[in-house]
């Protein structure tokens, strides 16, 4: 069964400290690889991931896919309260649904 | 990107009445969208598949006459909670792969979602 797991599941710093979050996965025929950010309502899309080692970054943002080792990592720089989500990771298999994770919820306090 | 909308962004309704949720692509055509749930601290949690023009695929576990999903047209697609309980009460949104690979075929855009609370 197709499985995606993220760590830590919740997780509370200060403004401007830096976060590291992790996305596991065990699925057949990995496709892509995608990080969503989701405040109070619907998730809005942060990165696409498909090919190993290229970082793609977006401000503050960046993240990474290892597909050796079916993982990637979203990391946030000089976080601010306005980061304050949970951060959904999924994968999307070939020729089937996209698999997502928990999350990890992402407080930053002031 | 591609926008996802979805109405309404909320409703209150008696125990035993139905609803019906609008999902709408408003800038590209959507053949497949999909419905999920999502419980207060939870995970989203895939309820089905609508595709247009045939029957919507559901996930173990639900109820297809529960959850009636009408995909009549490439741009609209439309969950019904039949005989709405307390227990249905949850956020549910619907997205949609983008459209065509230029617009961002395989990313999944969301609709704003609704909360819907059963009396």
């Known amino acids: 069964e197709d499985k995606v797991v993220q760590s830590p599941l919740s997780l509370v710093v200060h403004e401007g400290d830096t976060v590291t979050l992790n996305c596991s996965y065990e699925v057949t025929n990995f496709r892509s690889l995608l990080w969503y950010k989701q405040e109070k309502k619907a998730p809005t899309f942060l990165f696409m991931l498909?090919?190993?080692?290229i970082e793609k970054k977006s401000g503050r943002l960046s993240s990474i896919l290892d597909k050796k080792e079916l993982f990637s990592i979203l990391n946030i720089t000089a976080t601010q309260t306005g980061d304050s989500a949970v951060y959904l990771c999924?994968?999307?298999?070939?020729?089937?649904?996209?698999?997502f994770g928990p999350g990890t919820r992402l407080s930053v306090l002031p | 990107g591609a926008v996802v909308s979805q109405h309404p962004s909320w409703v209150i309704c008696k125990s035993g009445t139905s609803v019906k949720i609008e999902c709408r692509s408003l800038?590209?055509?959507?053949?497949?969208m999909f419905w999920y749930r999502q419980f207060p601290k939870q995970s989203l949690m895939l309820m089905a598949t609508?595709?247009?023009?045939?029957?919507?695929?559901?996930e173990q576990g639900v109820e297809k006459d529960k959850f009636l999903i009408n995909h009549a047209s490439l741009t609209l697609s439309t969950l019904t909670v039949t005989s709405a309980h307390p227990e249905d009460s949850s956020f549910y949104i619907c997205?949609?792969?983008?459209?065509?690979?230029?617009?961002?075929?395989?990313?999944?855009?969301f609709g704003s979602g609704t909360q819907l609370s059963v009396l």
């Open positions: 498909t090919s190993s080692g």
């Open positions: 800038d590209f055509q959507a053949t497949t």
């Open positions: 609508s595709n247009e023009g045939s029957k919507a695929t559901y």
């Open positions: 999924a994968v999307r298999p070939y020729g089937q649904n996209f698999v």
């Open positions: 997205s949609a792969n983008g459209g065509q690979e230029a617009r961002g075929y395989e990313k999944l855009f």
